[in-house]
């Protein structure tokens, strides 16, 4: 099973600040990666597939790079509706998540 | 508009078994891979189990293997999770997903909690 970890688990910034996330696997899953957002109570929400390509309606100040192995999501500047915890997925093997990284108001 | 009900979710003992049930509207269901995937209290996602649109192709994560039965009806626009020999690690939010193409959930369900105690 392809293991993902995410870091740092949790994020402490302020509004208007960069966010990067990093999620590292276990082996090369290519560019087989997603990234969703969830907030609490919610289901999540696919923000970036395939490594860097955006959902439909998702703003352009996420995006997403990398590939085999390191993939980085970037908040460019954060609005008050991003903070929440962000999950990287992959799709090469099987399906596998991260166990998240909660981006927090600092 | 894409809409995935899903009910079923209850409160059962160890080793008990329960249905789960998805109901999909809005879009051409068996164009679509579909998912069960859990989230347990205060933890991250675990994908369970999918199911290919047409072709019946069928992947079970290891810890359900063997316990759980996932299956679709077309003609029905709905999905299903048959879930036997429960144990109280299956405890979560069982979500119901929608594939684009293969691995990417572009839809989710509200959640049904399954709960497995004494």
């Known amino acids: 099973e392809i293991v993902l970890t995410q870091s740092p688990a949790t994020l402490s910034l302020s509004p208007g600040e960069r966010a990067t996330l990093s999620c590292r696997a276990s082996q090369s899953v290519s560019s087989f990666l997603a990234w969703y957002q969830q907030k609490p109570g919610q289901a999540p929400r696919l923000l970036i597939y395939d490594a860097s390509n955006r959902a439909t309606g998702i703003p352009a100040r996420f995006s997403g790079s990398g590939s085999g192995t390191d993939f980085t999501l970037t908040i460019s500047s954060l609005e008050p509706e991003d903070f929440a915890v962000y999950y990287c997925?992959?799709?090469?093997?099987?399906?596998?998540f991260g166990q998240g990284t909660k981006v927090e108001i600092k | 508009q894409v809409q995935l009900v899903e009910s079923g979710g209850a409160l059962v003992k160890p080793g008990g078994s329960l249905r789960l049930s998805c109901e999909a509207s809005g879009f051409t269901f068996s164009d679509h891979y579909m998912s069960w995937i859990r989230q347990a209290p205060g933890k991250g996602l675990e994908w369970v189990s999918y199911?290919?649109?047409?072709?019946?192709?069928?992947y079970y994560a290891d810890s359900v293997k063997g316990r759980f039965t996932i299956s679709r009806d077309n003609a029905k626009n709905s999905l299903y999770l048959q879930m036997n020999s429960l144990r109280a690690e299956d405890t979560a939010v069982y979500y119901c997903?929608?594939?684009?193409?293969?691995?990417?959930?572009?839809?989710w369900g509200q959640g049904t909690l399954v709960t497995v105690s004494s």
């Open positions: 997925q992959q799709r090469s093997n099987w399906r596998t």
């Open positions: 199911i290919s649109g047409r072709t019946g192709n069928i």
């Open positions: 997903a929608r594939e684009y193409g293969s691995g990417i959930v572009d839809f």
